[in-house]
Nanobody
């Protein structure tokens, strides 16, 4: 059974850092994309970062570029999201998701192109 499990969320002060982890299990194909999304209260789910398993290519939303870094540990089937210089507006429920591929020039951060989702984890940044 395919499964994605997030960990590492919590409460942090503005300017602080957190590292989220997304552990994947049960997936049968070697080439895939894992992305992080977030949904703040009253807002739509936003794609913020993606990494390719085949070549390690990464993609970021403008809102997190320069502050967040996505990486992967293939041996552990885990993708990480290092979040630095956190701001109160980063407060949201964070999800990881997996896709085997999508369409369009910006599909990497489109929630419609991801078939598998984790349960999500809360990140709260206090001012």
């Amino acid at each position: 059974e395919e499964q994605l499990v997030e960990s590492g969320g919590g409460l942090v002060q503005a300017g602080g850092s957190l590292r989220l982890s997304c552990e994947a299990s049960g997936f049968t194909f070697d080439e895939y994309f894992i992305a992080w999304f977030r949904r703040a209260s009253g807002q739509e789910r936003e794609g913020i970062s993606c990494i390719s398993s085949s070549d390690g290519a990464t993609y970021y939303a403008e809102s997190v570029k320069g502050r967040f870094t996505i990486s992967s540990d293939v041996a552990k089937n885990t993708v990480y999201l290092q979040m630095n210089n956190l701001k109160p507006e980063d407060t949201a429920f964070y999800y990881c998701a997996l896709s085997y591929g999508g369409y369009g020039s910006n599909w990497y951060l489109s929630r419609y192109e991801y078939e598998y989702w984790g349960q999500g984890i809360q990140v709260t940044v206090s001012s």
